[in-house]
């Protein structure tokens, strides 16, 4: 099977960064999208960015220019490095990764547990 594992979040003043990581581990035979959302609460679950597996990325209006999403292939995994935060970035940020198994001719997705991030002074 597949685990999936964030980590990164925590308490930060408005202004300062952050650097969420997701690493994907299993019989995992090859990674397509990769993606980070957030959910603040009473809210639904945003999409923040995305990456292909050939690097191109597409971010949110509400945090490009500040938030930069990057992937390592052979490691399974994803970044998400957070500056200029701002308290409307408060949220649990979950990862998204549409994967491929060994012995599979099928994508499927696998969400990170997620991890809280507060923006607050």
């Known amino acids: 099977q597949v685990q999936v594992v964030e980590s990164g979040g925590g308490l930060m003043q408005p202004g300062g960064s952050l650097r969420l990581s997701c690493t994907a581990s299993g019989s995992i035979f090859s990674t397509y999208v990769m993606a980070w959302y957030r959910q603040a609460p009473g809210k639904q679950r945003d999409l923040v960015a995305n990456?292909?597996?050939?690097?191109?990325?597409n971010y949110a209006d509400s945090v490009k220019g500040r938030f930069t999403i990057s992937r390592d292939n052979a490691k399974n995994a994803v970044f998400l490095q957070m500056n200029s935060l701002k308290p409307e970035d408060t949220a649990v940020y979950y990862c998204?990764?549409?994967?491929?198994?060994?012995?599979?001719?099928?994508?499927?997705?696998?969400w990170g547990q997620g991890t809280q991030v507060t923006v607050s002074s």
């Open positions: 998204k990764l549409l994967l491929r198994l060994k012995n599979s001719a099928h994508y499927t997705a696998y």
């Open positions: 990456i292909i597996d050939d690097g191109r990325a």
